[in-house]
């Protein structure tokens, strides 16, 4: 979860760098979907947010 929280803070930092799609991300994280659904809602939010706009572009 800090990895993202990191890359939300610095304009897609290495997601961007290294083209990580939103499906890579929601992959790596899929055990918070279990373990802590808040988190994982959070995530899949900003997610949507970031992905949507200039995030990636």
Known sequence: MVPA??????????WKKH???K???LER??????IAPT???????????NFSGDFFK
């Not at 994280?29 to 279990?34: A, C, D, F, I, V």
């Open 23 to 25: 499906d890579k991300v």
């Open 5 to 14: 929280i990191q890359n939300f803070n610095n304009n897609g930092g290495t």
């Open 29 to 34: 994280n899929k055990y918070l979907r279990e």
């Open 39 to 49: 988190l994982y809602d959070y995530l899949f939010e900003k997610l949507e947010e």
């Open 19 to 21: 083209h990580i799609s």
